[in-house]
């Protein structure tokens, strides 16, 4: 079972949802970065459960340890672990279902499978997973910084209701200033009421993320396995409740005309920019100078709290009733979760460019 992301910066995840710890192993950090621990933990505090009356109400401090890798400060080039403390599981809410299998969720397909499965809080299926990725991702955020990269996400869309955000000029500060991380204001406070209509009726909504990333160099990824958009894509998709990735103007660029869908070249103070961007920054695999923008859909959460018709590991029908902590809707704790996949992704392809030709363009 893999739990390895990346080529050069290569990222393991470990830990279930209701074990003693969750986390990450980062191999292949260049040595040399002062490490903001601070940093990371802003990144954890985005991400936990508990932040708002929009997530789940399950209370986890999640502090960062940084456990090897780093002395005086600064990352060694050696592997850095970076864990956190699970502190409020409650695994008996999961006991009565722990032979029930949830619709649409992992608990079939891991015991079809595996035959064993950590039924608490849901293993290794639980969205609790996603601290390593946060945890690695705030390390390969700072990589990227040393080169002018920044990345911002943000909810655009929870079930019909949709914000407007321009990726060029969005800002973090504008994502944190509401709960729901939208930072169109009319569309987050109708989002905000959609989440807790879904909350109050028992039930879940799902919606997009998109995320840019500015400052991006010309040349990040590669033209046929490696491209840049399936690292991406596959990324991205290996979140839990993710269902589809668009690059750019993605599906609705699908409906126009290569004469609306082109992106003409302009110069700019001597550099090559496009004046539009349906191409999401990357052309032929690999990065082209304009912002890097995807958007990621995530379905509704599969555990409501209602009654739903089920079977047991026997194959009899069965009734399950609500159990556990849960979030009405992914979306506002997914934002953190994609920025950090998008920077694992591009500091993987940062450093594999370096080594990428031997002679340099200039
Ligand atoms: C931030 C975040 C929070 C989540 N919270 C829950 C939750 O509270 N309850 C739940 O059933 N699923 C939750 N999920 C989704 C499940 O982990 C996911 O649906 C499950 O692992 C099955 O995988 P799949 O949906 O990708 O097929 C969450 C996902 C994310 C990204």
């Known amino acids: ?12 995840t470990f830990g279930e949802s209701h074990g003693p710890v969750v986390g990450a192993v980062i191999d292949g950090c260049p040595a040399g970065l002062a490490l903001d621990v601070d940093a990371i933990q802003a990144e954890l505090d985005r991400r936990r459960p508990g ?7 399950r209370k986890e401090p999640d502090r960062v340890e940084v456990l090897s890798g780093v002395f005086e400060g600064t990352t060694l080039g050696t592997p850095i672990l970076l ?21 649409s969720h992992a608990d079939f397909t891991y015991d079809a499978k595996y035959g064993v499965r950590d039924w608490r809080g849901g293993g290794r299926a639980s969205a609790r997973e996603t601290v390593g990725r946060v945890l690695a991702g705030a390390v390969a955020r700072q990589v990227l910084a040393t080169a002018g990269v920044e990345i911002v996400a943000w909810v655009d869309r929870v079930a019909d209701v949709e914000g407007h955000v321009d990726p060029e000029n969005v800002s973090r500060a504008a994502v944190e200033a509401h709960p729901t991380r939208c930072p169109d204001a009319a569309a987050a406070e109708a989002m905000a009421r959609c989440i807790e209509g879904a909350r109050a009726a028992g039930d879940t909504v799902g919606g997009v993320v998109r995320c840019v990333a500015r400052g991006v160099p010309v040349g990040l990824g590669e033209p046929v396995a490696d491209k840049l958009e399936a690292d991406l894509a596959k990324a991205l998709l290996s979140l839990p409740a993710a269902r589809g990735v668009e690059v750019g103007s993605g599906f609705a660029g699908t409906r126009l005309r290569g004469s609306q869908h082109n992106d003409p070249f302009v110069a700019v103070d001597g550099a090559v920019r496009t004046r539009t961007n349906h191409s999401g920054g990357i052309q032929g695999g690999i990065s082209n100078g304009m912002p890097v923008v995807v958007g990621v859909g995530f379905k509704p959460v599969a555990t409501i709290q209602q009654k739903q018709a089920t079977v047991d590991r026997e194959g009899q029908a069965a009734e399950l009733e609500p159990g556990g902590r849960h979030d009405p809707c992914v979306l506002p ?10 920077a694992l992704v591009l500091c993987d392809h940062w450093l594999l460019h370096r080594t990428s030709r031997l002679h340099s363009a200039d």
């Open 1 to 12: 079972m893999a739990s390895i992301f990346g080529h050069r910066f290569r990222v393991a």
């Open 51 to 57: 932040q708002s009356a929009l997530t789940s109400p």
């Open 83 to 103: 864990l956190v403390r699970n502190v409020d599981a409650r695994s008996a809410d999961y006991a009565p279902q722990k032979d029930l299998w949830r619709p």
């Open 333 to 342: 704790r997914a934002v953190p979760i994609v920025e950090a996949m998008v």
